[in-house]
């Protein structure tokens, strides 16, 4: 086991656990030295910022880079997800959100399992969040902020903002928001953001509910945030293209611990271009075209 | 003397000073009890955020609100700036800024004495920003951020946003902005931002570059910002309307410092309305005008 009891308590509690540190600065380097060639794809998984060029998500670099597909396949992130799920767990979402020095934008408050029920058919909350600092993260470039045990409240109403962000997104109601954080102790821990050094991770329930202001220092504030859902969960539904949820539902294959400074081989399908598949879209349900088949 | 030597090196080598707790939380509460009448005024000195009938700012409450009137010639606020300069001061500018929960937006990295020097023709730098929490200020609610040391750049280069905020604001270059935070020591200390209760005070220099987030929290950030001239070095242009930008010199009078909880009778000559003189403006500096007469 990699967590502790006190750890696995206070996820239940809180909602999220923090590891500042994680990985080194040396193996985070593996990783940040890939990042200017993604961004620079003209590939529809690079999302960029309203009115400007600086990218603001892309989406699935562990299938074109091979230092993403190792970070994909780390037992320091992956271990800990499938103890707390006891089983195995696929890729369903990676994210390299850029929230870049100057322009970074505002992400609303808002739960990411809502997505993940009303666009793809996940069954369950059994999925995790983690947040990986490619950057050093501090109070001034716009930190992710949790409201800790909001998660236990489970899916909360929400509305489908298209306008306040670049990126579509189910956002919680104002009035709810002010109650969750009261709760959880108002003015005294009502509201938290984990802050460290490049290299440290955060493990967040699917239903946590979370925000992050813009970010008007000159550091930029990049990070990857990924989703490992339990294999039995996997999703329904292929409503959103696939280089945003993934299709492939095999159980994550651990490597060495040390993958990311004596990297093995490992397979980056996309490497060369999108395949056309990855953008074709469905409104119905899988069982309903199996059944039709 | 209210202020220390520490102080004074203090503020001449940061461009500011902070003053948790400056005044109670009683004497607070007699201002902002006064706060939702002056809100409720359909006046042009209610400026409200795009899209929103909440007030960014309210301009000359203190010729409105007897409350407000004592705090702008409380000896706790005003004895320090006139120490500073050595000489009497006038109220220059005096707002209610209202960075309220959830809504309040951000506010562009900006000098505040380049709009003084180049919209009223203030002659030096001579003024001081002073800043009262009205209520509690955070990590989340949207804190003033400061560069340390900004201010002994003197008036840096700016252009004049009209767009990214809600008010027309000069702001500072993006590049010269790193360049002043790495000069501040970076990610070590380069960017404060002072926090503390209602009552608590922040002097800053009128050069010292400064900026705010915007406020996701449930929690309004509502302060007291004012700006007071040394006589000596009053603006030569009514460029600006005159609850922007006052025009009457006279040094102030201070009152007792018990003065907000046993409140001595205090003239308010806007308190049934703004004069129609305080909305007109002229580009011709007073020079030009006094020799014309």
């Keep these: 086991m990699q967590l502790t009891k006190e750890q696995l308590a206070q996820f239940d509690r809180d909602g999220y656990l923090f590891f500042p540190n994680r990985f080194s600065a040396e193996e985070m380097r593996t990783l940040t030295a890939a ?16 009115g400007s060029d600086a990218v603001r998500t892309n989406f699935a670099a562990h299938l074109v880079s091979e230092p993403f597909a190792r970070l994909a396949r780390h037992p320091r992130m992956v271990q800990p997800v499938m103890e ?12 390299i959100n850029g ?3 100057f322009e970074g934008d505002v992400w609303q408050w808002h739960q990411d399992y809502g997505t993940w029920l009303n666009d793809d058919m996940m069954p369950t909350e059994r999925a995790m969040n983690v947040a990986i600092f490619l950057d050093d993260v501090n109070e001034f470039n716009g930190p992710l902020m949790f409201i800790p045990g909001s998660h236990r409240k489970g899916v909360v109403e929400a509305k489908h903002d ?3 962000t670049s990126y579509p997104l189910w956002t919680v109601d104002n009035d709810l928001i002010a109650q969750l954080v009261e709760r959880a102790g108002g003015k005294d821990g009502g509201i938290v953001s984990p802050k460290g050094p490049a290299g440290s991770m955060i493990l ?3 239903c946590l509910v979370h925000a992050s202001t813009s970010n008007l220092s000159p550091w930029n504030r990049v990070a990857v945030y990924l989703s490992l859902c339990a294999v039995s969960n996997h999703i329904r539904r292929f409503k959103r293209p696939e280089y945003i949820a993934h299709r492939d539902f095999t159980p994550i294959e651990l490597l ?5 400074l004596n990297p093995p081989p490992v397979d980056v399908p996309w490497q060369d271009g999108m395949p056309a598949s990855a953008l074709q879209t469905s409104s119905v349900p899988i069982d309903e075209i199996r059944q039709a088949a």
């Design 35 to 50: 990042v200017p060639e993604l961004y620079s794809r003209r590939e529809a998984y690079n999302v960029r910022e309203k």
């Design 84 to 95: 707390l799920f006891g089983e195995g767990v696929y890729m369903h979402q990676f994210k």
């Design 99 to 101: 929230k870049m020095a």
């Design 162 to 164: 298209l306008t306040t």
């Design 204 to 206: 967040f329930h699917s």
């Design 256 to 260: 060495p611990d040390d993958c990311l």
